[in-house]
């Protein structure tokens, strides 16, 4: 099977560390980039085939990931258009394009739909710890379904939804996620620091302390408020500092900020 990914920055080279890691082989797979010095790094760490071309990346390819910024959607689609071969399975991870957008302009001249699965991965996936939601065009065969969930299962854990209209939360959720994680861990950092831990102590104290959590947190027999009440005794230090945050409002802020990535998710199909 050969891999093209159309687009090869941050997002594609997560899921190719993350593919060569899990013993795909890199010769499998080839990507497309416009800056030469990432061709070169992407063929230099994993030995993937490299192009500047994304038409000449996709041609022939079994499976094509679409993996450029939505703003360059579009024009990508129609100039891979004509090199895709009949029974090309094409995955986007592209945030907020549906898939009725992909089959325009994928389409080109054919008279059958092609098959595209839209997926939302996110950055874990080159250590092999990634989440990735998946869902189906009307076109894509069960075994094409397969070699989508099992492709992206490859690099951490992969979940089908139901209904496309549920991407904007699942973008704002898992694919924005880590962000919202490495945001509230740079916030910690700062904080030990200013009650005088080394810079680098509070690093690994921080990094740790959110893998360990995380880690606990995987157990989904587990539900996480009891995980919480755990680490919180009745008057101790741990509720002191939950109380304040409860009380400042911490659960609705990032309630605020999930939606405004959902919504954003949802605006970028109407700047095309
Ligand atoms: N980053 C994430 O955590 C994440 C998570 C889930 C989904 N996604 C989705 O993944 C996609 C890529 O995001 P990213 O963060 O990886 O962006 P990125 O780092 O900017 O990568 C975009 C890639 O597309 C290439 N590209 C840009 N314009 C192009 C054009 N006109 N023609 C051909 N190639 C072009 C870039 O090449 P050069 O860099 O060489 O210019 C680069 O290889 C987006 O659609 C995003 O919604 C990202």
């Given at each position: 099977m050969r891999i093209a990914f159309v687009g090869a920055g941050n997002m594609a080279s997560s899921l190719i560390a993350g593919m060569v890691a899990m013993?795909?082989?890199?010769?499998r797979i080839s990507a497309s980039a416009r800056r030469p010095e990432q061709r070169e790094l992407l063929k230099s760490c994993y030995g993937v085939d490299v192009h500047s071309s994304a038409g000449e990346c996709a041609a022939g390819a079994d499976v094509v990931i679409l993996s450029v910024k939505p703003q360059v959607a579009q024009v990508t689609c129609r100039e891979i258009a004509p090199h895709l071969s009949d029974d090309a399975l094409i995955l986007s991870i592209m945030a907020g394009i549906p898939v009725l957008n992909l089959l325009a302009w994928l389409n080109?001249?054919?008279t059958s739909a092609r098959a595209i699965v839209r997926c939302m991965p996110n950055t874990p996936a080159s250590v092999g710890f990634g989440m990735t939601a998946l869902y189906a065009s009307a076109a894509v065969s069960p075994s094409q379904k397969e070699c989508a969930y099992s492709l992206m299962s490859s690099v951490g854990r992969a979940i089908w939804v139901?209904?496309?209209?549920?991407f904007d939360a699942v973008t704002a959720l898992s694919g924005s996620g880590p962000a919202y994680a490495y945001l509230l861990m740079e916030a910690m950092v700062e904080a030990g620091k200013e009650l005088g831990l080394p810079s680098q102590v509070a690093e690994t104290l921080t990094r740790q302390t959110i893998l360990g959590a995380a880690q606990l947190a995987?157990?989904?027999?587990?539900?996480l408020q009891e995980l919480r009440r755990q680490v919180t005794?009745?008057?101790g230090t741990t509720e002191a500092a939950v109380n304040l945050l409860e009380a400042q409002g911490f659960k609705s802020l990032v309630g605020r900020a999930v939606r405004g990535a959902a919504r954003r998710s949802a605006e970028l199909p109407l700047e095309l």
């Open positions: 013993g795909i082989d890199g010769g080109s001249s054919r139901g209904d496309e209209c549920q995987s157990d989904q027999g587990r539900a005794s009745p008057h």
